[in-house]
DNA sequence: TAAGTAAATAATTATATACTTATATATCAA
DNA sequence: TTGATATATAAGTATATAATTATTTACTTA
């Protein structure tokens, strides 16, 4: 269970950690891969401004990419050398499922994805 | 050992563990009590800048300061809050103690603290 | 193939961050 | 009380960050 991971690269992943709005979305995409339309619609932020930060996730490799379609679905990338550590942050943070539920009573879910 | 920490809070601590020398410094804090010339030494960057990293570890409360004479001790604050979340990462990072060595025996410890 | 939708990228901007140097404050010791 | 040392604070600066709007690219479907 117990892991292990240089400080410099701790503090790079911590520091990607250390935004609500990315926390968040890789708290979401743990459980649910997503696409950029619901991130958008959950935060209530420009589609440009989701888009950038999945790509600072993704240059990373914290998080992996699969087209369905017209959609790009982003969710987590369990083999990444550091996930354990990524984990060990996110399990210790409510569940933020509550937020896909009311994209799914909005509607908002099915329109989109 | 499962500990929650609401994801606004979690975000506001982890953003000021994303920072190299930040994240180091806790780690030494963690098991040793430091001096701010100490860490100027460890870090080599200057002392106005030492004292900034740590006024805000202590604006969240995550360290306290203890004067001896000259000097003021920081070391980490085993009962703030979110202690064990903090833990649950510090305890993956490789133990700093070898800078404490180093400073030892260059005699930059002793001659400081 | 043309129109519509989803996402990425480019360019810009405002703010935050991490540092610097200069100065102020506090303690110690002669 | 004066000089030396340790730390904090103020002010300034360069860079990073997180957002925006405008545009481009990619896919789907009529």
Redesign the pocket.
Known sequence: MQTTIEIDKASIIL??L?????LTMLKLMDEHAC??????EI??????????????L?DLGLVE?E????????SMNNNHEYYAFIQSVLKQLPNQNYRIKKLEEEGTRI???
């Open positions: 520091k990607l250390g935004d609500e709005t990315r696409c950029v339309c619901e991130f958008v935060f209530q932020i420009s589609q440009p401004a989701i888009s950038q930060h999945l790509r600072k993704k990419e087209r369905r379609g017209q959609w790009i679905f982003y329109s989109c994805c």
